[in-house]
């Protein structure tokens, strides 16, 4: 369970363009569902995202994480969480060009030092399961849209984080790759996964195997859909 | 004189450590009054922050005002050659009065500053901040004796007057001299061994009974703290003089000089390292069973006591192997 108290960002803190992105947010995520932030841009979706997936700190507030209280610990204790907790999808692929799909898929486990074997292993089987072992060895420019998304997930489930986080998943998404990524991140429930997804797409919250959807306003939550 | 590159590399360094240190203690003031981690106020997120960035800060300056004792006794040993009748830095501290209350605050600050990097490095392992009240509370004695040292420093270097006849080691450290540092140099030196390579070997087994069983934190921090003293009064009374090869000769500074091999140097590194990391090991066992660091603490002060045990060890080997291989002989003197 993921669970905000209080929690306040703040940008540019003191100075004439200082900007309040999150506003006093107090929410409880509960483990193995699907949980969309539904809001406009600027309604601090992505800010939020950032707050629980340890690559930001709060301005005020506290976050805890499994009943470990996650905002007051030192960088390296955040690196270790984030390595292995947290598994992102981000709007942008952010997938690195000129090398490979399977080593931008393996990146994320280097610096844990795992067997390179094992690791390629393992990686191989993610990209079995999502039908793009073919794609394996084909560099990051070589793929479409919908290959280059299914990287960004099997990537972001290499350390086998129990909460994957996606920020606006399907933005650079047609309507049938949408629906793909839908089912996919639904099946995540079943193996015990949270999922976060902040999106205002409502191909994504409206999305069946959506179990709560929490409306965000100017920083602030404004209302929700279970 | 005061622009010696060294005496400049002192003065800056030493600027540096106190306005950091100072800067450090404010907020080792403000953390000692407003911490509260369970607290989720902006001023207690600021204050962790904070924390982390100036502990990092002071692991380094900490770390050179280790290097700054062993700078401080260098450039006042090549100052001797300035004052008529210095032959080491004994002599040259001597100039005034303020030389060797800043050599006896720098070895307390060493001594201080080792404390505080073990503590701090102890603290680092844990995900709760667990000794945070006391690293600061240690950087909150040690803030005014740096300050203090600092001033004694700068007055020891800006009122060396070269006109100024001083006394030489032979006269400081000889039974004439009628101090309590010269009725050390003049103890016995057969008891004196023996009272010597009987701390070190009790530090010796204590640090690796420790390093093995996990037992004992208390006693070895005692007998590092012991064995320190005995050294010292051994390097003035028999140490010394099979290094001169002159019964006479009790000065703890010539052996810093070229004509000994700068031995002076690895000696007092081992032995001051040694004391840091055995008392180090006893600093840190009331905090065994707070929990974040119930691992971390059992094994850093394992690492402690073997690095303690080691280098007393290689100070006690260069010492023997003086002793040994010279056709100097004094016991009986």
């Known amino acids: 369970m993921i669970e905000l108290n209080n929690v306040r960002k703040v940008f540019n803190a003191g100075k004439p363009n200082e900007f309040v992105a999150i506003h006093g947010v107090s929410v409880s995520i509960d483990a193995n569902r699907v949980t969309v932030l539904k809001g406009p841009s600027g309604s601090g979706k992505t800010t939020l995202l950032s707050l629980i997936g340890c690559m930001t700190r709060p301005t005020s507030g506290r976050i805890k994480l499994s009943e470990r209280e996650i905002t007051s610990l030192p960088e390296r204790f955040l690196t270790e969480i984030r390595r292995k907790t947290f598994g992102f999808i981000f709007q942008q692929f952010n997938l690195i060009k000129g090398v490979t799909a399977l080593e931008n898929a393996m990146l994320p486990a280097y610096p844990i030092g795992e067997k390179h074997i094992s690791l390629k292993k393992r990686a191989m089987n993610l990209f079995d399961l999502f039908n793009i072992s073919q794609k394996a060895y084909s560099k990051i420019e070589w793929l479409s849209g919908g290959e280059a998304q299914r990287v960004t997930i099997v990537r972001a489930l290499i350390n086998n984080p129990s909460i994957i986080i996606a920020d606006e998943p399907t933005a650079h998404l047609d309507t049938k790759l949408s629906q793909e990524l839908m089912e996919i991140l639904g099946r995540f429930k079943e193996e015990e996964k949270t999922v976060l997804i902040a999106s205002h797409d409502p191909m994504v919250y409206e999305s069946d195997v959506v179990d709560r959807v929490i409306n965000l306003r100017d920083g602030k939550i404004d209302g929700e859909t279970a | ?333």
């Open chain 2, 1 to 333: 004189m005061i622009f010696h590159p060294t005496i400049l590399a002192l003065y800056i360094s030493s600027i540096l450590i106190t306005f950091m240190v100072l800067y450090a203690a404010f907020y080792g003031v403000q953390i000692l009054r407003r911490w509260n981690l369970a607290s989720g106020s902006e001023d207690q997120l600021i204050l962790e922050r904070k924390t982390y960035l100036i502990s990092t800060l002071l692991a380094y300056l900490f770390g050179f005002e280790l290097l700054s004792l062993f700078l401080y006794v260098f450039t006042v040993d090549r100052l001797h050659t300035f004052f008529v009748g210095a032959m080491c830095a004994a002599g040259a501290l001597y100039v005034n009065s303020y030389g060797y209350p800043a050599l006896i605050l720098k070895v307390v600050n060493f001594l201080l500053a080792g404390f505080w990097l073990i503590l701090n490095y102890a603290d680092n392992q844990g995900y709760d901040y667990p000794l945070i009240k006391k690293k600061y509370s240690l950087l909150l004695l040690i803030a005014p004796l740096l300050l203090t040292e600092v001033i004694l420093q700068a007055n020891y270097f800006l009122r060396l007057k070269p006109d100024i006849i001083t006394s030489c080691c032979g006269s400081l450290f000889s039974k004439e001299a009628h101090t309590f540092v010269s009725e050390m140099s003049v103890l016995p030196s057969h008891p004196t061994e023996i009272v010597f390579y009987l701390s070190i070997g009790f530090t010796a087994i204590s640090g690796l009974y420790f390093y093995r069983r996990g037992k004992g934190g208390y006693l070895l921090s005692s007998l590092s703290g012991i064995t320190l003293l005995v050294s010292v009064v051994s390097i003035l009374s028999f140490i010394s003089v099979y290094f001169y090869e002159l019964p006479t000769h009790h000065c703890p500074f010539c052996i810093l000089q070229r004509e000994y091999g700068y031995v002076g140097y690895p000696l007092y590194m081992a032995l001051l390292g040694g004391t840091i990391s055995g008392v180090g090991v006893g600093l840190l066992m009331p905090f065994r069973k707070i929990k974040s660091l119930s691992e971390a603490v059992p094994s850093l002060q394992r690492r402690l006591a073997l690095a303690s045990t080691i280098l007393f060890l290689i100070f006690t080997a260069i010492v023997t192997y003086r002793m040994v291989f010279t056709d100097f002989v004094l016991e009986g003197i």
